[in-house]
């Protein structure tokens, strides 16, 4: 079966992380450190704070932000569940933005129009979370402009973006934004196995997210002076969220690769693209000047009836698709807060067309051939 995505994992890498299960540190040593400078400087971002997983980086997003229980945060229903569960962690109440029908990312005329009436109703967001969806960045200026308007921070969800870039700018860099959090899980654009970094050009808001990974806990060194270089004290709830050395090795080898990555993916994009004109499908839509790090592949159905038929014909083919996402505020967790079918119609019609095709850096040309073979024969 041909995945939908998967990791690309060479002797550099194997080196890399080998060479660390013969030193000294397996975890608190210096390769957490020189990952974290090695994403801020990929990204442009001053502050860098790796964790095991951008879930666990949301989280402490969240919390370094000052988000407290009863507060509202947004997000999108087109995204991962974790992006919605990380404001939940902190007691926070969720509500959804619609996507834009064409970038599927948040809709910017949605946003305006739902902020206007949460602020007649007095209920206005504390925090915003896009996403970044499929590796295509948001439209995070006019966010960053309405976060003024408006008096929210925001958070980007860039868990499919690193290396995706708008203009000049790289997705990471926080001009528009407090935080910015990637992930690196194996299916996504480069891995450490788990682990997830979160970037900011804010040095407090840095701080914070130190202290939350690591239990609370701070060492001063004037106090260790005077107490002893033991002394330590826990000033705040925090978490075991650390990355190890041996993921950040990982990491920090992947890394190097990230360019050529993204180059082979807007490679095999491009090749779709080509070879799916004609079909039945609407092809994904960027924005003038936005350069997609391509996480994800997805095409819709013009006939979304057909979806499951599609699915399973292509599955039987050997082709593994898949489908992202099944909206959050479906899922029978949130539907018990009270979220139901029909509340964001542009999520859930595009939910129901969706298909995401094969993309990943080690896919051969050969396979994509398979792949669109065996979507026309489903199309038939
Ligand atoms: C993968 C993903 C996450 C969570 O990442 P982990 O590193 O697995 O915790 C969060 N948001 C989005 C949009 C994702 O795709």
């Not at 491009?270 to 003038?288: A, F, N, T, W």
């Not at 129901?352 to 040309?365: D, G, N, S, Y």
Request: proline share 5%; aromatic share 10%; glycine share 6%.
């Amino acid at each position: 079966m041909i995945p939908y995505g998967r990791q690309d994992i060479q002797q550099d890498d194997i080196d890399s992380v080998t060479e660390i299960l013969k030193s000294e540190f397996l975890t608190q040593g210096p390769t957490v450190p020189f990952f974290e400078q090695a994403v801020a400087k990929r990204v442009n971002a001053k502050h860098s704070v790796a964790v095991n997983s951008a879930t666990s980086a949301l989280h402490i997003s969240c919390m370094a932000l000052g988000l407290k229980k009863g507060e509202i945060f947004w997000t999108v229903p087109n995204t991962f569940v974790a992006s919605a569960n990380c404001g939940l962690y902190c007691g926070a109440k969720v509500d959804f933005v619609d996507i834009d029908p064409d970038t599927l990312n948040i809709s910017i005329h949605s946003l305006q129009q739902k902020l206007e009436k949460a602020r007649v109703e007095n209920c206005l967001p504390k925090i915003i979370i896009p996403v970044h969806f499929s590796g295509a960045p948001t439209a995070q200026d006019e966010i960053f402009r309405l976060s003024k308007e408006y008096g929210f921070n925001v958070i980007e969800d860039a868990s499919h973006a690193i290396g995706a870039t708008v203009g000049d700018e790289p997705v990471g860099s926080c001009r528009w934004s407090d935080i910015t959090v990637f992930s690196f899980h194996p299916v996504k654009i480069i891995t450490t196995g788990e682990g997830g970094v979160a970037v900011t050009n804010d040095s407090d808001v840095a701080s914070k997210l130190r202290l939350y990974r690591n239990h609370g806990i701070i060492r001063d060194s004037e106090k260790q002076k005077q107490k002893g270089g033991w002394f330590y004290e826990q000033v705040d709830l925090g978490f075991n969220y650390r990355m190890t050395d041996l993921h950040a090795a990982l990491g920090l080898s992947q890394i190097k690769r990230l360019k050529k990555y993204i180059n082979t993916r807007n490679q095999l994009a491009e090749r779709y693209k080509e070879m799916l004109s004609g079909l039945p499908v609407k092809l994904p839509i960027h924005p003038d000047g936005v350069e997609s790090s391509w996480h994800l592949y997805v095409i819709q159905l013009n006939e979304a009836h057909r979806r499951r038929e599609v699915y399973d014909y292509l599955r039987s083919e050997g082709v593994g698709i898949n489908v992202h996402y099944v909206p959050v505020h479906l899922q029978p967790y949130y539907q018990k807060m009270g979220f139901k079918q029909g509340d964001f119609p542009v999520a859930e019609d595009y939910y129901k067309r969706a298909i995401t095709l094969p993309l990943f850096p080690t896919m051969t040309l050969a396979d994509q051939d398979k792949i669109i073979t065996a979507l026309r024969g489903a199309l038939k």
